[in-house]
T-cell receptor, first 115, second 111 residues
Framework: NAGVMQNPRHLVRRRGQEARLRCSPM?????VYWYRQLPEEGLKFMVY????????ESGMPKERFSAEFPKEGPSILRIQQVVRGDSAAYFC?????????????FGAGTRLSVL | EDKVVQSPLSLVVHEGDTVTLNCSYE??????LLWYKQEKKAPTFLFML????IEKKSGRLSSILDKKELFSILNITATQTGDSAVYLC???????????FGKGTHLIIQP
């Protein structure tokens, strides 16, 4: 039973380029969450998605960031026109539906470096 | 704004010692508190606590929640070098789907 899979593990982009981060939830999980971890900071919630729906994007920056979780395939976190301040570790978590959805299981993260 | 504060931020002990990690929270309509262990990879789920005074145990690790005083502790007895990691505390409030995390406690176990 594979865990939450994120790829790539490391991503290097130049300022102004686009970054696409992918997350495949655990088998049987229909809820996906994205978090960002800046150096010396805790994980910060960004967005919560179910299949084909964004449920809560209260933690997403208003510009350049978007997320989707299509009916087929992984969830994608997209950052357009990256800037140096976007350099961070981006973690994805998934949970099953129902009351146990309080437990979120995390992937190993994608470390984004913007040059 | 929801807030989770962990202490200490770092801790160095010798193998065999017992450690207590602290987590205090201020979360609107509190639902649950979770502990994770983070090594150089994915944060690994340890415990979820929803009720005061009920200790959760897993081997040498245990945790308890105090909803009146708004804190939780994570205890590790007979520590081993493999316990070295960052321990994350997170809280979930009502109306919020994301977890609010503390900055973590960086625990180092020396042989």
């Amino acid at each position: 039973n594979a865990g939450v899979m994120q790829n790539p593990r490391h991503l290097v982009r130049r300022r102004g380029q686009e970054a696409r981060l992918r997350c495949s939830p655990m088998k049987g999980h229909s809820h996906v969450y994205w978090y960002r971890q800046l150096p010396e900071e805790g994980l910060k919630f960004m967005v919560y998605l179910q299949k084909e729906n964004i449920i809560d994007e209260s933690g997403m920056p208003k510009e350049r960031f978007s997320a989707e979780f299509p009916k087929e395939g992984p969830s994608i976190l997209r950052i357009q026109q990256v800037v140096r301040g976007d350099s961070a570790a981006y973690f994805c978590a998934s949970s099953p539906a129902g009351t146990v959805k309080n437990i979120q299981y995390f992937g190993a993260g994608t470390r984004l470096s913007v040059l | 704004e929801d807030k989770v504060v962990q202490s200490p931020l770092s801790l160095v002990v010798h193998e065999g010692d017992t450690v207590t990690l602290n987590c205090s929270y201020e979360v609107t309509n509190f639902r649950s508190l979770l502990w994770y262990k983070q090594e150089k990879k994915a944060p690994t789920f340890l415990f979820m606590l929803t009720s005061s005074g009920i200790e959760k145990k897993s081997g040498r690790l245990s945790s308890i929640l105090d909803k009146k005083e708004l804190f939780s502790i994570l205890n590790i007895t007979a520590t081993q070098t493999g316990d070295s990691a960052v321990y994350l505390c997170a809280a979930r409030g009502g109306g919020a789907d994301g977890l609010t995390f503390g900055k973590g406690t960086h625990l180092i176990i020396q042989p």
